[in-house]
């Protein structure tokens, strides 16, 4: 998808930036490559930087406000700068950026998950600063977690949905300011013990880490004192990209996993059981810590909602 818009900030004859992803969905860790255009106005104009943004739209609780929605973005990078622009010169930017391990995936074999990314481009120009549309981003999972996922229907686990939740797990590595949440209902085999099952990755270069919650309630995370949710169980699991080694294939593997939590469930104790850190500050922290890894702090933005609608107004203005 291409978008293009005449840059509000620098008036009437600014420039214009079309920014192009190259084709194929993107995966975590991965390479995210295209190129942005950019057309001179009608005056030649000193181009500062030229910036890509990650953005995500997730939602948030909070045990005063409730639940919302946001843009977080979720990593930046500049891919070009410091040259002259001149009237109606073409130019073409080739980029080709990383995407974080834990950029969350937002299709399986080719379905939409529900979850949306964005890539948003920033021109600065002689002291101006001008965002333009989002551009939608497709990831596809590592093979890793089209693994598991696999793993889980053929064991007769069903996708409910997936979102992306604004805030931190406790206990793990987590370096972005969210996590993607895959829902599952229960096969017959676990349905009088869980109403369901809720799936987290959180990916880094040498390994797949497998977040798994069981839920009896099946109802949103409860919040507790200090912005702390809590659910009955909640058990990790470390994997190599590679699969699991030996004579165990990947259902057998995430078959052991899911008995294990059950079986923390049912003892309501292990060393297994971390609880979520939701709403709008702990969040806050979570972003703070990813700098750290070369993140960008979480910034949650004015746009809440339609997140990729109404583009065509903002440039008929």
């Given at each position: 998808?291409?978008?293009?818009?005449?840059?509000?900030?620098?008036?009437?004859?600014?420039?214009?930036?079309?920014?192009?992803?190259?084709?194929?969905?993107?995966?975590?860790?991965?390479?995210?490559?295209?190129?942005?255009?950019?057309?001179?106005?009608?005056?030649?104009?000193?181009?500062?930087?030229?910036?890509?943004?990650?953005?995500?739209?997730?939602?948030?609780?909070?045990?005063?406000?409730?639940?919302?929605?946001?843009?977080?973005?979720?990593?930046?990078?500049?891919?070009?700068?410091?040259?002259?622009?001149?009237?109606?010169e073409e130019?073409?930017?080739?980029?080709?950026?990383?995407?974080?391990?834990?950029?969350?995936?937002?299709?399986?074999?080719?379905?939409?998950?529900?979850?949306v990314l964005?890539?948003?481009?920033?021109?600065?120009?002689?002291?101006?600063?001008?965002?333009?549309?989002?551009?939608?981003?497709?990831?596809?999972?590592?093979?890793?977690?089209?693994?598991?996922?696999?793993?889980?229907?053929?064991?007769?686990?069903?996708?409910?949905?997936?979102?992306?939740?604004?805030?931190?797990?406790?206990?793990?590595?987590?370096?972005?300011?969210?996590?993607?949440?895959?829902?599952?209902?229960?096969?017959?085999?676990?349905?009088?013990?869980?109403?369901?099952?809720?799936?987290?990755?959180?990916?880094?270069?040498?390994?797949?880490?497998?977040?798994?919650e069981a839920?009896?309630?099946?109802?949103?995370?409860?919040?507790?004192?200090?912005?702390?949710?809590?659910?009955?169980?909640?058990?990790?699991?470390?994997?190599?990209?590679?699969?699991?080694?030996?004579?165990?294939?990947?259902?057998?593997?995430?078959?052991?996993?899911?008995?294990?939590?059950?079986?923390?469930?049912?003892?309501?104790?292990?060393?297994?059981?971390?609880?979520?850190?939701?709403?709008?500050?702990?969040?806050?922290?979570?972003?703070?810590?990813?700098?750290?890894?070369?993140?960008?702090?979480?910034?949650?933005?004015?746009?809440?909602?339609?997140?990729?609608?109404?583009?065509?107004?903002?440039?008929?203005?």
């Open positions: 998808m291409v978008f293009k818009r005449l840059l509000g900030s620098l008036g009437v004859g600014g420039p214009t930036v079309d920014t192009v992803l190259d084709p194929g969905a993107a995966r975590p860790g991965g390479t995210l490559s295209g190129r942005v255009r950019l057309v001179g106005g009608t005056a030649d104009h000193d181009v500062e930087h030229v910036a890509l943004e990650l953005v995500a739209r997730v939602e948030t609780e909070h045990e005063e406000h409730g639940d919302g929605e946001g843009v977080v973005v979720f990593d930046r990078h500049v891919v070009g700068g410091a040259f002259r622009l001149a009237a109606g130019t073409s930017l080739p980029f080709a950026v990383p995407l974080p391990w834990e950029t969350p995936a937002t299709e399986l074999h080719g379905q939409p998950l529900g979850i964005g890539v948003r481009t920033e021109l600065a120009v002689a002291g101006a600063r001008d965002r333009g549309d989002l551009d939608p981003l497709t990831v596809a999972p590592l093979p890793a977690q089209e693994a598991v996922l696999e793993a889980l229907g053929q064991l007769g686990f069903g996708f409910r949905s997936a979102d992306l939740e604004y805030g931190r797990i406790g206990g793990t590595g987590q370096q972005l300011p969210f996590y993607q949440e895959v829902e599952l209902t229960p096969p017959p085999r676990y349905a009088h013990q869980v109403n369901e099952i809720e799936l987290t990755f959180l990916a880094v270069p040498g390994a797949l880490e497998v977040v798994l839920d009896k309630r099946g109802g949103p995370l409860a919040d507790g004192p200090g912005g702390h949710g809590g659910h009955d169980a909640l058990s990790r699991f470390t994997v190599p990209h590679e699969g699991p080694s030996g004579p165990q294939d990947w259902n057998t593997l995430v078959d052991g996993w899911i008995q294990e939590l059950v079986e923390h469930r049912a003892s309501y104790g292990s060393h297994a059981v971390y609880g979520h850190e939701s709403g709008v500050g702990a969040a806050v922290v979570a972003g703070a810590a990813g700098i750290a890894g070369g993140m960008v702090a979480a910034e949650v933005v004015d746009e809440v909602g339609d997140f990729f609608e109404g583009d065509s107004d903002d440039g008929e203005g």
